[in-house]
């Protein structure tokens, strides 16, 4: 009996993997089939073999379901005469007691009288049948579908102008073919002509016939690279990956004459991502009263397509002063809409973030395009959420005395120098207008924090437009000079009781301390440091200084060892945490009134302009020339000034605005000397490539009579 559970066993095993094999065939032979026709027999024969291996790895993965365990659930289920003693059928005499050998003797006569019913379980067959008539459906479809008609061999015309000459040879016949990148999902195209635009990567296919057939044949660029045809038969075949926008010509071995005209290539950039923000309308919003969510909407536009996922990167900043946190997190948003204009949304729980009172929360969306191998990325422009705190209160005890420093003035430096060194990173990715003209906006910010810091120092009036004049009183503009209060004495404050009484009530206390008190004797009218924070502060000043003289300049790079000195003298700054208020104002040392007005210069340094710096015209002096040369009616003498112009625009391809056109129109020249239409069009292109002079300073108009004679009275004046 232990022999016939056995083959009991394995008969079940038999039956649920050719079970499994029946119902899971019919899909790898439609793929067979489907490849079969429609891509290489290879190709289906690979996939036929891994299909196969993964159906008898899947039918031994379900005969591994039934082992002896469930041999006896299942008999002890369904046969209730055994008294659940079917495990005794398996076990060996010798292992038992007496008293289990008895029982395993009355279970083997039970089942000798009545056999076991048939473990087996039925096989699925509606749905075997089901998925074999699809299989059999899907091979049939791909047998009788149409086969694909063969491309087209067909050749264009030539439209080369050459001259038919015996045993020359000649372009008869081409095609072009442009094969765009997958990732585009443009479709290949044949062009009649040998010019094209297409995207950048595009891999192009040359297809030429000559007559007679040359003993070898190039494509010949632009920058002296060359790109050798193969012949197959009667043509000539090449392919190139455009990278970039060139120019080409077909030279054949054995062709005379004139050399054929340039072919232009346009490589049509991939243009990076652009992402919009359409909600929140603003970039630094505020928690509202009860606000526990906060809604982004962002669109993000590409030429060929942008990918279905971005990334939200979050950042909460916690704290106040110097002393920030910031916990970085990010997200995962997947967007809707069509591929070149896709919608990205979130919904942010503030709660969860953990974002507390007094807390910023800046979130900025990163997208990638589709270009292969690398793709493109695009962020965002930074979303900032604040939630406002509540404003400190004054300290006790010394009231009117001592004040809370204001932390708003001290965490902006590090966002200075975070700016500074993200524009350094980008500086190869840049134009460089673009690249100054962003350090010049980062100066900006530099000298306002600058004047920020420098109120506490007395330089409150720094940058500040000025009234304009009235005609109220007398008015000395050496009174407003642009000091501050701080540095100069009371009579240059701007407090005349003389001009300012006629606005006061007459016998009115409150009017007449206002008219003639100075504010500066009030605790709450001006401040001052102790002198050791004074001096830090001063310090941070003049870092701060060299880091805007740098940025405006356009060189971040030298301006972030002066930031980063800023920031630390202001850290030493942040460990005075209280400014103490004066009670008086400043005594400044009195101005010595018999050296003003006097023309006295000594101890005064000169302040002579030094000479102007001229600039070599050799850099620039091709275009120039060529440009002088082609307005006589014959061409420049034996094409040196084209082959001078040719090597500076070689060397200053970047500068021009379309280099290719400037080559082309040189070539044509060169063709042809005497073309005057060819002579026309290169003048005009090389009047918009010229670089432009320097500004100087202009000359003086010559004088008239009346300035000559003044000038000759000045020379007859005797000195001094």
Same mark, same amino acid.
């Given at each position: 009996?232990?022999?016939?559970?056995?083959?009991?066993?394995?008969?079940?095993?038999?039956?649920?993997?050719?079970?499994?094999?029946?119902?899971?065939?019919?899909? @790898?032979?439609?793929?067979?089939?489907?490849?079969?026709?429609? #891509?290489?027999?290879?190709?289906?024969?690979?996939?036929?073999?891994?299909?196969?291996?993964?159906?008898?790895a899947l039918a031994w993965r379900r005969t591994r379901a039934f082992d002896t365990a469930w041999l006896v659930r299942q008999l002890d289920t369904r046969r209730k005469d055994l008294d659940d003693s079917s495990d005794l059928l398996l076990a060996?005499?010798?292992?038992?007691?007496?008293?289990?050998?008895?029982?395993?003797?009355?279970?083997?006569?039970? &089942?000798?009288?009545?056999?076991?019913?048939?473990?087996?379980?039925?096989?699925?067959?509606?749905?075997?049948?089901?998925?074999?008539?699809? #299989?059999?459906?899907?091979?049939?479809?791909?047998?009788?579908?149409?086969?694909?008609?063969?491309?087209?061999?067909?050749?264009?015309?030539?439209?080369?102008?050459?001259?038919?000459?015996?045993?020359?040879?000649?372009?008869?016949?081409?095609? &072009?073919?442009?094969?765009?990148?997958?990732?585009?999902?443009?479709? @290949?195209?044949?062009?009649?002509? &040998?010019?094209?635009?297409?995207?950048?990567?595009?891999?192009?296919?040359?297809?030429?016939?000559?007559?007679?057939?040359?003993?070898?044949?190039?494509?010949?660029?632009?920058? $002296?690279?060359?790109?050798?045809?193969?012949?197959?038969?009667?043509?000539?075949?090449?392919?190139?990956?455009?990278?970039?926008?060139?120019?080409?010509?077909?030279?054949?071995? %054995?062709?005379? %004459?004139?050399?054929?005209?340039l072919r232009r290539l346009d490589a049509i950039p991939d243009r990076a991502p652009e992402v919009k923000v359409l909600a929140p309308d603003r970039g630094l919003s505020l928690v509202a009263v009860g606000q526990s969510r906060w809604s982004l909407a962002f669109e993000a536009r590409d030429d060929y397509g942008v990918a279905s996922s971005a990334t939200l990167k979050?950042?909460?900043?916690?704290?106040?002063?110097?002393?920030?946190?910031?916990? =970085?997190?990010?997200?995962?948003?997947?967007?809707?809409?069509?591929?070149?204009?896709?919608?990205?949304?979130?919904?942010?729980?503030?709660?969860?973030? $953990?974002?507390?009172?007094? =807390? =910023?929360?800046?979130?900025?969306?990163?997208?990638?395009?589709?270009?292969?191998?690398?793709?493109?990325?695009?962020?965002?422009?930074?979303?900032?959420?604040?939630?406002?705190a509540d404003l400190g209160q004054e300290s006790t005890g010394l009231e009117g005395l001592v004040k809370k420093v204001?932390?708003?003035?001290?965490?902006?430096?590090?966002?200075?120098?975070?700016?500074?060194?993200?524009?350094?990173?980008?500086?190869?990715?840049?134009?460089?207008?673009?690249?100054?003209?962003?350090?010049?906006?980062?100066?900006?910010?530099?000298?306002?924090?600058?004047?920020?810091?420098?109120?506490f120092l007395g330089e409150e009036a720094e940058g500040e437009p000025q009234p304009p004049p009235t005609s109220d009183a007398d008015h000395d503009p050496a009174e407003d000079d642009g000091h501050d209060h701080a540095s100069t004495g009371a009579a240059q404050d701007g407090h005349d009781p003389a001009t300012s009484a006629t606005g006061a009530s007459f016998g009115r206390e409150a009017d007449v301390l206002e008219t003639y008190g100075h504010?500066?004797?009030? #605790?709450?009218?001006?401040?001052?440091?102790? @002198?050791q924070t004074r001096a830090t502060l001063k310090k941070a000043l003049d870092q701060m200084w060299q880091s805007e003289l740098h940025l405006r300049q356009g060189h971040p790079d030298q301006a972030l060892p002066f930031a980063y000195k800023a920031l630390e003298y202001i850290k030493q700054v942040q460990q005075a945490t209280r400014i103490y208020l004066a009670r008086v104002g400043p005594e400044l040392p009195p101005i010595d009134e018999t050296r003003r007005m006097g023309g006295d210069r000594t101890g005064i340094a000169a302040r002579a302009l030094g000479p102007l710096e001229r600039v070599p015209d050799d850099a620039d002096a091709a275009p120039a020339r060529a440009w002088r040369a082609l307005a006589n009616d014959r061409a420049p003498a034996d094409g040196a000034d084209l082959d001078a112009l040719q090597a500076w625009l070689r060397a200053n391809e970047a500068r021009v605005p379309d280099a290719l056109d400037l080559f082309a129109?040189?070539?044509?020249?060169?063709?042809?000397?005497?073309?005057?239409?060819?002579?026309?069009?290169?003048?005009?292109?090389?009047?918009?490539?010229?670089?432009?002079?320097?500004?100087?300073?202009?000359?003086?108009?010559?004088?008239? =009579?009346?300035?000559?004679?003044?000038?000759?009275?000045?020379?007859?004046?005797?000195a001094r």
């Amino acid at each position: 009996m232990m022999l016939s559970a056995c083959d009991r066993l394995a008969q079940v095993r038999r039956h649920a993997a050719l079970g499994r094999l029946l119902s899971g065939a019919p899909v @790898p032979v439609a793929l067979t089939g489907l490849l079969w026709r429609f #891509a290489s027999p290879a190709v289906a024969v690979a996939v036929a073999l891994a299909g196969t291996a993964v159906l008898a790895a899947l039918a031994w993965r379900r005969t591994r379901a039934f082992d002896t365990a469930w041999l006896v659930r299942q008999l002890d289920t369904r046969r209730k005469d055994l008294d659940d003693s079917s495990d005794l059928l398996l076990a060996p005499p010798a292992s038992l007691t007496p008293l289990q050998q008895l029982q395993q003797a009355r279970v083997r006569e039970r &089942l000798r009288t009545r056999p076991a019913p048939d473990l087996r379980a039925p096989w699925p067959w509606p749905r075997i049948v089901a998925m074999w008539l699809v #299989a059999a459906l899907v091979v049939a479809a791909a047998a009788l579908w149409p086969a694909r008609a063969p491309q087209s061999r067909t050749l264009a015309p030539a439209d080369e102008e050459a001259p038919v000459a015996p045993g020359v040879p000649r372009l008869v016949a081409q095609r &072009l073919h442009v094969a765009p990148p997958a990732y585009t999902g443009r479709p @290949p195209r044949d062009e009649a002509g &040998l010019d094209a635009k297409a995207p950048a990567g595009s891999r192009l296919g040359w297809t030429l016939r000559f007559d007679p057939q040359p003993a070898a044949a190039d494509l010949v660029f632009h920058d $002296g690279r060359r790109l050798a045809l193969v012949r197959q038969g009667d043509t000539w075949h090449a392919t190139h990956v455009l990278a970039k926008s060139t120019l080409y010509r077909v030279v054949a071995a %054995g062709a005379g %004459g004139p050399p054929p005209k340039l072919r232009r290539l346009d490589a049509i950039p991939d243009r990076a991502p652009e992402v919009k923000v359409l909600a929140p309308d603003r970039g630094l919003s505020l928690v509202a009263v009860g606000q526990s969510r906060w809604s982004l909407a962002f669109e993000a536009r590409d030429d060929y397509g942008v990918a279905s996922s971005a990334t939200l990167k979050l950042t909460l900043a916690q704290g106040s002063g110097e002393n920030i946190a910031f916990k =970085d997190q990010a997200m995962t948003l997947h967007g809707t809409g069509p591929a070149t204009a896709r919608r990205f949304t979130a919904s942010l729980d503030l709660a969860a973030l $953990g974002m507390a009172v007094g =807390d =910023d929360l800046i979130a900025q969306l990163t997208v990638h395009d589709m270009r292969s191998p690398a793709s493109q990325r695009a962020q965002s422009p930074g979303l900032i959420l604040r939630w406002p705190a509540d404003l400190g209160q004054e300290s006790t005890g010394l009231e009117g005395l001592v004040k809370k420093v204001m932390p708003a003035y001290f965490r902006s430096q590090r966002q200075i120098i975070i700016d500074a060194e993200a524009l350094q990173k980008q500086r190869r990715g840049l134009a460089a207008d673009t690249f100054v003209t962003r350090a010049d906006a980062i100066g900006v910010d530099q000298r306002i924090l600058r004047l920020r810091y420098g109120q506490f120092l007395g330089e409150e009036a720094e940058g500040e437009p000025q009234p304009p004049p009235t005609s109220d009183a007398d008015h000395d503009p050496a009174e407003d000079d642009g000091h501050d209060h701080a540095s100069t004495g009371a009579a240059q404050d701007g407090h005349d009781p003389a001009t300012s009484a006629t606005g006061a009530s007459f016998g009115r206390e409150a009017d007449v301390l206002e008219t003639y008190g100075h504010t500066h004797d009030h #605790a709450e009218a001006a401040t001052l440091l102790d @002198p050791q924070t004074r001096a830090t502060l001063k310090k941070a000043l003049d870092q701060m200084w060299q880091s805007e003289l740098h940025l405006r300049q356009g060189h971040p790079d030298q301006a972030l060892p002066f930031a980063y000195k800023a920031l630390e003298y202001i850290k030493q700054v942040q460990q005075a945490t209280r400014i103490y208020l004066a009670r008086v104002g400043p005594e400044l040392p009195p101005i010595d009134e018999t050296r003003r007005m006097g023309g006295d210069r000594t101890g005064i340094a000169a302040r002579a302009l030094g000479p102007l710096e001229r600039v070599p015209d050799d850099a620039d002096a091709a275009p120039a020339r060529a440009w002088r040369a082609l307005a006589n009616d014959r061409a420049p003498a034996d094409g040196a000034d084209l082959d001078a112009l040719q090597a500076w625009l070689r060397a200053n391809e970047a500068r021009v605005p379309d280099a290719l056109d400037l080559f082309a129109a040189i070539d044509e020249v060169r063709g042809d000397p005497a073309c005057a239409p060819c002579r026309a069009r290169l003048r005009a292109l090389l009047w918009s490539a010229s670089p432009q002079p320097p500004a100087r300073v202009p000359r003086r108009p010559a004088p008239d =009579d009346a300035g000559r004679r003044y000038l000759d009275a000045l020379q007859q004046e005797p000195a001094r």
